[in-house]
């Protein structure tokens, strides 16, 4: 089974470079939607597929530069006996070494025999198929591949035109399964003689008047065609191709009109069949036409689960693929200084727990970590909040929102560093109730991240109920009220130790208009009792923070303004 060892792909698209050493089984490309995921399996496709004729147009190169040629070059191991013999492919056998990604020009004992095949278009825009190694160039030695060699080679696609392989055509995935071959020629030319001469005696009833006219004119003109004119089916539109024959139920209804999750399941599980003949899959968008359920069972039929599946490029934006995957099948793909690089998810303990709780936030560009619910809930109900006065929401400017759940108060720098090892944007919201380790926050700083954290030793509901005005502070006691009821009351009760109640901060509000110092840090640590905080849930203080707080931004403490802006601001740089 012919595996792909290493990608280079320059100047194609939306890629000016881009050096790639898959892994040999599932490669699954995530990441934010427009970075090159599509490219790179066209780039596959286009350079490795079985076709005679492949349109480019300039729109095809990078920045539409036509002075700088596309070069697609696709090394390729785990060669079969007739591709790696001396006689055929001498000057092109090369050297590779999977613990470096080098391909040396001669291979060694140490190194894997492999060809490089090598796809260049230039501004002509007519595209050039060859093996390539130094040695040969040297030599002015020029070799293609042979048809039945591309044939061979040729991926299976699994897109939206999946029924293709459903019928017994050139290239399906049908004819790889098994060496049997049907002979309907005969079949079908009788099949086809059959049809013509059926339709001829019903045609002579219902064209008769017509059938006279043409053969009076005919005989008047000398044109001979006999005693009569007939009515045949035209023999060119009478004909059969290779896809004749094709997969039927058992009430003789074409699979190929199933529906596009069904196909791309049999076309997966039928390519995994025929491994040992053709092993590379590439399937865009993998979720397509698929429920949950069939997305695991699509990705199992291509093997994931197994240790020698098929060779398989993916492209998702499903959090069930992400939760279904192991790290080491994931690849996210991203644009760095030096080209775009995929850059291996891993398997250590953090990070495939931090797929399996956040898959979404692997999809977006940039992520939010909040240490607990209650931030969650604050962002979300002031990004709706400013979607209704006309603002672009945090979801559109690619942002997820990732909760640790609490804990210590280094648990946030532990996810954030997670997505920023991938190179994703970063930002923790915390409390400072707590204060995390300086060292592991510097450090998180120092790799471009950023930190929004509430002023000294405040946790968020000591930042509300101390930066609000007394009338917004009136109505988070009173909606506290309504969720918790006396339970208020009680808290109250221990924070002040009996001397503080909930008619008391309601007559202060009422009587003077204002609310002290003291008494906002008291019921700003009654709020956030342990395990009994008054919003301590996502809905909670999502409707608090969309109902409450966010018309009382303008009017509140600027610091605390200041902190909610800074949010946002970061938000909306990622996408300049």
């Known amino acids: 089974m012919v595996r792909i060892r ?3 792909i320059a100047n194609f698209r939306g890629i000016q470079k881009m050096v790639w050493c898959p892994a040999p089984g599932i490669n699954c490309l995530i990441g934010p939607g427009d970075s090159g995921k599509s490219t790179v399996l066209d780039a596959i496709d286009l350079c490795l597929g079985a076709r005679r004729n492949v349109q480019f147009s300039d729109t095809d190169f990078f920045g539409l530069d036509l002075t700088t040629s596309i070069s697609i070059t696709l090394t390729l191991g785990d060669l079969d006996a007739s591709m790696r013999t001396l006689e055929s492919f001498g000057s092109f056998l090369r050297g590779y070494c999977a613990d470096t990604g080098i391909v040396e020009d001669e291979p060694s004992a140490n190194t894997e025999v492999v060809l490089c095949l090598n796809l260049t278009v230039a501004s002509d825009l007519e595209p050039s198929w060859t093996l ?4 040969a160039a040297q030599q002015g030695i020029v070799k293609t591949l042979a048809w039945k060699d591309r044939l061979t080679l040729a991926p299976t696609r699994i897109g939206a035109l999946a029924d293709f392989n459903l019928g017994w055509q050139r290239s399906s995935v049908l004819n790889r399964i098994s060496e049997e071959r049907a002979d309907a020629a005969s ?3 009788k099949a086809a003689r059959d049809a013509r001469s059926a339709f001829g005696d019903q045609a002579e009833q219902q064209l008769g008047e017509a059938l006279e006219i043409v053969t009076v004119t005919a005989k008047e003109l000398g044109v001979n065609i006999g005693t009569k004119a007939k009515a045949l089916l035209d023999s060119r539109s009478v004909s059969f191709g290779s896809g004749t024959i094709s997969l039927h139920n058992e009430t003789g209804i074409p699979l190929r009109s199933s529906g596009v999750g069904s196909t791309r399941l049999l076309v997966a599980g039928l390519q995994r069949k025929a491994a040992d003949k053709a092993s590379i899959v590439l399937s865009d968008e993998l979720e397509y036409g698929l429920e ?12 994931a689960k197994e240790a020698d599946p098929l060779q398989v ?6 959090p069930v693929a992400l939760r279904e995957l192991s790290g080491n099948q994931l690849f996210v793909l991203r644009r760095g200084e030096n080209g775009h690089e995929a850059r291996p998810v891993g398997t250590d303990d953090g990070m495939q727990s931090t797929i399996r ?11 939010i970590v909040c240490e607990g619910a209650s931030e969650i809930g604050l962002l979300r109900g002031l990004d709706l909040s400013r979607l209704d006065k006309g603002s672009t929401s945090l979801g559109a400017l690619g942002v997820a929102l990732v909760d640790c759940g609490g804990g210590g108060p280094d648990r946030p720098y532990a996810r954030a560093a997670v997505f920023q090892s991938l190179g994703y944007r970063v930002m923790v919201v915390r409390d400072d109730d707590k204060s995390p380790t300086a060292a592991i926050e510097q450090a998180f700083i120092q790799k471009g991240g950023a930190v929004v954290a509430y002023r000294a030793g405040r946790a968020l509901e000591d930042e509300l109920f101390g930066s609000l005005t007394p009338a917004a502070c009136q109505r988070l006691i009173g909606y506290a009220n309504e969720l918790h009821g006396d339970l208020i009351i009680e808290h109250l009760q221990t924070v002040s130790n009996n001397t503080l109640t909930f008619q008391h901060v309601w007559d202060e509000i009422q009587n003077t208009g204002d609310l002290s110092a003291e008494r906002r840090a008291t019921i700003g640590q009654a709020a956030r009792i342990r395990k009994s905080g008054w919003f301590k849930s996502i809905s909670w203080m999502e409707d608090v923070a969309r109902t409450i707080v966010a018309p009382d931004l303008h009017l509140c403490d600027p610091g605390f303004r200041t902190l909610v802006n800074r949010v946002f601001e970061w938000a909306d740089h990622g996408t300049r």
């Open 292 to 303: 949950p359920h069939r997305i695991t069972r699509f990705l199992g039929s291509l093997g």
């Open 132 to 135: 390539i190694s130094d040695r």
């Open 6 to 8: 290493k990608i280079e």
């Open 357 to 367: 709780l956040y898959p979404e936030a692997f999809l977006a560009v940039s992520v």
């Open 313 to 318: 490029f993916l492209t998702t934006h499903s």
């Open 187 to 189: 079949a079908l030319l």
